[in-house]
T-cell receptor, first 115, second 113 residues
Framework: DTEVTQTPKHLVMGMTNKKSLKCEQHMGHRAMYWYKQKAKKPPELMFVYSYEKLSINESVPSRFSPECPNSSLLNLHLHALQPEDSALYLC??????????????FGPGTRLTVL | EDKVVQSPLSLVVHEGDTVTLNCSYEVTNFRSLLWYKQEKKAPTFLFMLTSSGIEKKSGRLSSILDKKELFSILNITATQTGDSAVYLCAVSPWYTNAGKSTFGDGTTLTVKP
């Protein structure tokens, strides 16, 4: 199983809402990532979890709050977002070490619209 | 700061043509260069290159890395309409924690019938 799943596929939220994005993988990967991708731009790294601990936070605003409850799950909690946060949010996973640890497997993404 | 530049930014060809996509990079402590294909949603992995001069091949796609000149090329022969996508190049440095890849802006390939 080389699949990363993400829910929901689409999300529309107001600026005062609280919502969460979910990501799951069962490949035994111990590194998981959140990316934000705007139209016609490459993915921008937001967070990296390594062995369920946050290892990289790319100066992301606190209205985005990641959580890694176990080795298969990754959440991104959203609160008080701005319209400019509208984007495709991609989750990815990879091996933590060894051959191929740079290869990331991406989920299909959540298309987020903030009104 | 690590940097990845892809060229051309966009390319329109006809089915059967051969295309070459370019990726140049500047990265501290280079470890690997990766190519991904992105259609409507998630990027999908194509190749990972770590050594100079060794061609990786998968069907009509091939890629090679030159660590001296700091670039890679992705070749697609006998293009098909299904090859239409954005092709992303990313570089990963040696890093104490899980990988922090830097992506290029991508090359948008359109293959016309």
């Amino acid at each position: 199983d080389t699949e990363v799943t993400q829910t929901p596929k689409h999300l529309v939220m107001g600026m005062t809402n609280k919502k969460s994005l979910k990501c799951e993988q069962h490949m035994g990967h111990r590194a998981m990532y959140w990316y934000k991708q705007k139209a016609k731009k490459p993915p921008e790294l937001m967070f990296v979890y390594s062995y369920e601990k946050l290892s990289i936070n790319e100066s992301v605003p606190s209205r985005f709050s990641p959580e890694c409850p176990n080795s298969s799950l990754l959440n991104l909690h959203l609160h008080a977002l701005q319209p400019e946060d509208s984007a495709l949010y991609l989750c990815a996973s990879s091996r933590r070490r060894g051959a191929g640890s740079d290869t990331q497997y991406f989920g299909p993404g959540t298309r987020l619209t903030v009104l | 700061e690590d940097k990845v530049v892809q060229s051309p930014l966009s390319l329109v060809v006809h089915e059967g043509d051969t295309v070459t996509l370019n990726c140049s990079y500047e990265v501290t402590n280079f470890r690997s260069l990766l190519w991904y294909k992105q259609e409507k949603k998630a990027p999908t992995f194509l190749f990972m290159l770590t050594s100079s001069g060794i061609e990786k091949k998968s069907g009509r796609l091939s890629s090679i890395l030159d660590k001296k000149e700091l670039f890679s090329i992705l070749n697609i022969t006998a293009t098909q309409t299904g090859d239409s996508a954005v092709y992303l190049c990313a570089v990963s440095p040696w890093y104490t924690n899980a990988g922090k890849s830097t992506f290029g802006d991508g090359t948008t390939l359109t293959v016309k019938p």
